[in-house]
């Protein structure tokens, strides 16, 4: 069984490392792991994030932001936005994002969230299909109503 925690500010040097390899392994710019990892570290004391790591070494991570709910929202409580959750290339497939994905929801239930969100994208197959079995829906383009767009601008 993978064993699953919540990072603290002096976990910032690997949780850098992990998100700099996602980063590279996905094309997305990084700053590299040196600037993360103060970046990280000061965001993981104020609790703006929460990241959960996964394994011994460890080989994941979720990192989650969360909300208060919408004005709109019929529930009280927190929302929850799933930024990231990796698992490094040669552990997938063991049922580590699996435990990861579980003890993020459940660490999300305990923070009084009723709604998490995320977004993947139409060719990372393997993770619509562990969100999906999970019980996350896809909203685009399904019977529950029109294609939502996510737009993003850099300030």
Same mark, same amino acid.
């Given at each position: 069984m993978t064993r699953?925690?919540?990072a603290?500010?002096e /976990?910032?040097?690997?949780?850098?490392?992990?998100? =700099?390899?996602?980063?590279?392994?996905?094309e997305e710019e990084?700053?590299?792991? &040196?600037a993360? +990892?103060e970046?990280?570290?000061?965001?993981?004391r104020?609790?703006?994030i929460?990241?959960?790591?996964?394994?011994?070494?460890?080989?994941?991570? $979720?990192?989650?932001?969360?909300?208060a709910? $919408?004005?709109? $929202?019929? +529930? /009280?409580?927190?929302?929850?936005?799933?930024? &990231?959750?990796?698992?490094?290339? /040669?552990? @997938? =497939?063991?049922?580590?994002?699996?435990?990861?994905?579980r @003890?993020?929801?459940? =660490?999300? @239930?305990?923070r009084?969230?009723?709604?998490i969100?995320?977004?993947?994208?139409? /060719?990372?197959?393997a993770?619509?299909?562990?969100?999906e $079995? &999970?019980?996350?829906?896809?909203r685009e383009?399904?019977?529950?109503?029109p294609?939502m767009?996510f737009?993003e @601008?850099?300030?």
């Amino acid at each position: 069984m993978t064993r699953v925690r919540l990072a603290a500010p002096e /976990d910032a040097p690997t949780v850098a490392r992990l998100l =700099h390899d996602f980063n590279t392994e996905f094309e997305e710019e990084t700053p590299g792991v &040196e600037a993360m +990892t103060e970046r990280i570290a000061a965001t993981l004391r104020s609790e703006e994030i929460t990241v959960l790591l996964a394994g011994e070494s460890p080989e994941g991570f $979720s990192l989650l932001r969360f909300f208060a709910t $919408s004005l709109t $929202s019929p +529930t /009280d409580g927190r929302e929850a936005y799933l930024a &990231e959750l990796y698992v490094v290339p /040669d552990r @997938r =497939h063991q049922g580590i994002g699996r435990a990861l994905l579980r @003890r993020t929801l459940e =660490h999300c @239930r305990e923070r009084g969230v009723v709604w998490i969100f995320l977004g993947t994208s139409t /060719d990372d197959e393997a993770a619509r299909a562990l969100y999906e $079995s &999970e019980g996350f829906t896809n909203r685009e383009g399904g019977e529950t109503g029109p294609i939502m767009l996510f737009y993003e @601008r850099e300030l």
